[in-house]
């Protein structure tokens, strides 16, 4: 899938906001997919975006935070973290379809439908550069800011 132009998308954002990849162009973006909002390990990984987020501004870099939850959900998670950056409601699946996160995961004994932790880098052209699936949340932030630096 590197290295492939990724199909323009319009979503519904934190801050009222609507995105549109397109209008990112111009500037590398990073769109990280996470299971939900308020979990331990995902809201670790936000801090995690959000404590390297003056590095990723500093690259004009845009880093938006990806899952099947609703806008409410995502604007209480995001002011209790206090997450510089926005998130977007993928609650039809659309992205979630698109970069095939979604898996049959286990979770207390039960098979469930989730979204597995994924972190795609978009660069300025809109080309997909990078992506990382199965994601291990501890050093991760620190790994995609590195690879946008080399970019």
């Given at each position: 899938m590197s290295d492939q132009p990724v199909a323009d998308f319009t979503l519904p954002a934190t801050g009222g906001k609507t995105i549109t990849?397109?209008?990112?162009?111009?500037?590398?973006?990073?769109?990280?997919?996470y299971p939900k909002d308020n979990t331990p390990g995902c809201?670790?990984?936000?801090?995690?975006?959000?404590?390297?987020h003056a590095d990723?501004?500093?690259?004009?870099?845009?880093?938006?935070?990806i899952s099947r939850d609703s806008?409410?959900?995502?604007?209480?998670?995001?002011?209790?973290?206090?997450?510089p950056f926005d998130l977007i409601s993928?609650?039809?699946?659309?992205?979630?379809?698109?970069?095939?996160?979604?898996?049959?995961?286990?979770?207390?004994?039960?098979?469930v439908r989730g979204i597995e932790r994924s972190t795609f880098v978009i660069d300025a052209d809109g080309r997909l550069r990078r992506e990382w699936r199965?994601?291990?949340?501890?050093?991760?932030?620190?790994?995609?800011?590195?690879?946008?630096?080399s970019l």
């Open positions: 990849l397109s209008a990112l162009r111009g500037n590398p973006a990073v769109l990280y997919f809201t670790t990984e936000a801090q995690q975006f959000r404590d390297l990723f501004a500093a690259l004009r870099c845009t880093v938006l935070g806008i409410k959900s995502h604007e209480s998670f995001k002011a209790k973290q206090e997450l993928d609650a039809e699946e659309v992205l979630c379809t698109r970069f095939a996160v979604i898996k049959q995961k286990k979770l207390y004994g039960k098979e199965g994601v291990k949340v501890p050093g991760h932030a620190q790994e995609v800011l590195d690879y946008v630096r």
